[in-house]
């Protein structure tokens, strides 16, 4: 396993990675089962966030108190299905400003294809997460990595559902720099560069389309 590589094995997220994977799981499951997992996900992504200590007037005392260091997190959410992720760690950080890039794999190729771009300003300043809950080709991670260094950005975390093994050693060498996180390293891609077992197309799951 590469030591950028986290796989986080708490028992609710893999009990809820399962559900998800699951064919006869329903879209509105679906959907619930990601916002949920995202939550877990995101309290480990962001466990080595830097603190400093603030006062604070209790309804009892003045004291000194931790407070996350620095500017707004960012989360930078890979279109279509990095929405998915995105909406439940919104949930745990609504102070994050978001970005979004929006890319499509052709099919044939399996390379990425950008068609949009927007994010915040100072990310420099700023702990960026992408998300993305398939890392498989590392096509789109890569591409989107790209064009928020591109933007400035220097502290980058990749947060996915499931990684396949391809996929980990493409980004990693392309953006060795970048922490991945995952709920699961799977076996392999196939010949059209889905992860196999995986748990099919997320976005076609997340939304009911084919």
């Known amino acids: 396993m590469h030591e950028n590589l986290t796989v986080v094995d708490h028992p609710l997220v893999q009990h809820k990675l399962t559900l998800m994977r699951d064919k006869k799981t329903s879209t509105a499951s679906f959907r619930r089962l990601l916002r949920e997992i995202s939550l877990l996900l995101c309290y480990e992504v962001t466990r080595g966030l830097e603190l400093e200590d603030v006062t604070i007037e209790t309804p009892m005392q003045k004291m000194q108190a931790p407070k996350l260091k620095g500017k707004k997190l960012c989360f930078a959410s890979i ?18 400003r978001v970005a979004h890039v929006g890319l ?24 960026v997460i992408a998300v993305d809950p398939m890392l498989a080709t590392a096509n789109s991670a890569s591409l989107a990595i790209d064009k928020l260094k591109r933007s400035g950005a220097t502290d980058i975390r990749f947060l996915c559902l499931l990684a396949a093994p391809e996929g980990v050693k493409a980004l990693t060498e392309a ?22 077992p995986g748990l099919g197309d997320a976005g076609d799951r997340m939304y009911g389309t084919k």
């Open 79 to 96: 279109l279509r299905a990095g929405n998915g992720l995105l909406e439940g760690m919104l949930d745990l950080v609504p102070s994050a």
């Open 175 to 196: 953006h060795p720099d970048v922490p991945i996180i995952t709920a699961a390293l799977d076996e392999k891609l196939n010949e059209k560069g889905y992860i196999i």
């Open 104 to 127: 499509y794999r052709d099919h044939d190729t399996l390379e990425a294809v950008e068609y949009y771009y927007k994010a915040p300003g100072g990310l420099g300043n700023r702990v």
